[in-house]
């Protein structure tokens, strides 16, 4: 008996229609639909219009996002790890048939549960509370700055601001303190808190070492950390000033664990082996003490005596930006000038010694602005440190900073700064291009390749 087909190919014939409409629709609401994206803006970058439709971005605007990815995949990485720890524990369980053949202890199962599974869920559970979200004010965030970038609470501490407790603005005009540390601190974040990591009130770790590579390395300014510092246990009460001078200090002053010599004596030019390149004889007073006051061959050489005849009676303070001991502090002092004196203790204790000289050390690097309102400083004197090894951008950010601490009528003492033969112009174009009257411009050769550069220049009036 022959079946109709009729009834199957009216239901496909029915199908198929229903396909071939509902395809002709969405065909027809995709066209409508970019046409009205096209005349709405969404081509044609409307601003207003991309802001009304997309006003959510404005409120994470200034969202680390970056940080807070970072530190989820760190928990979900915790989490990850415990359940690999936990799935092994039991494979290994189920290999055995016997259970009572193992004879694990009560003990055991509660050192394995206390260590592999409830500390492991505690510091994953901290983390995650540990992540701070953005308020939202106003229509804008308000995050506070690099909260989600570190785990250590010391550091979450320190850079939180911190609220006025009288609910008031403070002396500064503000309502919270922030307190700053270097965006290079994010590069270094492990060595960072490795350094934050310490118990409160108790004694810091022998590591100014570390402070001072995290500084250089732009974590500058460092954090404030909660601890006692160390000091040597032999400290002597240092000379008086009328012997501190010219003297070298007591070496028991200083902590020498992290240099390669363990005392002043050891730190002599002659010693091939004393930890440091720069300033060979900054430890050497004999030789210290005829700089700047004696007569040299060299045109490049200026005495002090000859600098403060520029402007008898007006240089009173001043910054010595270089590397050494303090001696051009101290000369200046016998003229009642009062010099602060930068330093690092790069393989040497300069700031130790320069404070045990009855001196003012200033413990800063290169790559922070300096801590002087603008117009007050009557003399800046370099040697020896910015040389030709230095970024042209970056010394021109130094050079433009001591212009703005140098008062009207101040000198910039440029001394015997030297620099490859061929780079000579651009870095003479880098201290002429502020127009400082020349007082003294002096170029001696320092090798077949090198030369010296000195100048006195005096910052002329800017007034608008």
């Known amino acids: 008996m022959r079946v109709s087909c009729f009834p199957k190919f009216r239901l496909g014939r029915i199908l198929g229609m229903m396909q071939i409409v509902l395809g002709v629709l969405v065909i027809i609401v995709s066209v409508s639909s970019l046409f009205r994206f096209y005349s709405a803006g969404f081509f044609m970058h409307n601003e207003d219009i991309c802001k009304q439709f997309y006003g959510v971005k404005d409120v994470y605007e200034g969202f680390d996002v970056m940080s807070l990815t970072a530190r989820v995949n760190e928990v979900l990485d915790k989490m990850l790890s415990l359940q690999e720890k936990l799935e092994s524990t039991v494979q290994g369980l189920e290999k055995t048939k016997d259970l009572a ?13 206390e260590e592999e599974v409830i500390q492991p869920l505690y510091s994953a559970h901290i983390s995650l509370r540990q992540i701070r979200l953005p308020t939202v004010e106003n229509g804008t965030t308000n995050e506070d700055p690099f909260i989600n970038t570190f785990v ?3 550091i979450r501490k320190y850079i939180t601001p911190k609220e006025n407790r009288v609910g008031k603005k403070n002396i500064y005009g503000s309502e919270k303190i922030y307190n700053s540390i270097g965006h290079g601190c994010v590069s270094v974040k492990k060595e960072l808190q490795v350094y934050m990591d310490y118990d409160i009130g108790s004694f810091c770790k022998d590591d100014w070492n570390v402070a001072q590579s995290l500084m250089i390395k732009g974590c500058d300014p460092l954090p404030r950390r909660r601890c006692l510092t160390r000091a040597s246990k032999l400290y002597q009460k240092p000379y008086p000033i009328n012997e501190s001078l010219w003297r070298i200090p007591d070496g028991r002053n200083v902590r020498w664990s992290n ?6 004596e050891c730190l002599s030019s002659k010693n091939p082996k004393r930890g440091y390149s720069k300033c060979t004889d900054c430890f050497e007073m004999e030789k210290e003490k005829l700089k700047w006051v004696t007569n040299t061959s060299f045109p490049t050489d200026i005495l002090i005596k000859d600098a403060l005849s520029v402007k008898p009676g007006e240089i009173r303070i001043g910054l010595d930006f270089g590397i050494g001991t303090g001696t051009f502090a101290a000369r200046m002092r016998e003229h009642n000038v009062t010099i602060v004196t930068t330093a690092l203790n790069i393989g040497a204790p300069f700031n130790e010694m320069i404070a045990l000289r009855g001196l003012i050390p200033l413990y800063v690097t290169l790559n922070q602005r300096l801590p002087f309102f603008d117009n007050t400083m009557d ?15 970056l010394m021109d950010f130094i050079l433009f900073d001591w212009d703005r601490i140098l008062r009207p009528g101040g000198l910039l003492w440029v001394d015997r700064f030297f620099c490859n033969r061929k780079d000579l112009d651009d870095y003479m174009y880098m201290f002429l291009q502020f127009r400082y009257k020349k007082h003294r411009w002096a170029i001696s050769p320092k090798s077949k390749d090198e030369v010296f550069l000195s100048a006195l220049l005096e910052k002329p009036p800017r007034s608008l």
């Open 379 to 393: 003399l800046i004197h370099t040697t020896g440190f910015m040389d030709g090894w230095i970024d042209l951008q």
């Open 152 to 154: 250590t609470e010391e």
């Open 101 to 113: 053949i193992k004879n694990v202890s009560m003990l055991e199962y509660k050192r394995f549960i």
């Open 259 to 264: 240099y390669a010599c363990r005392n002043f």
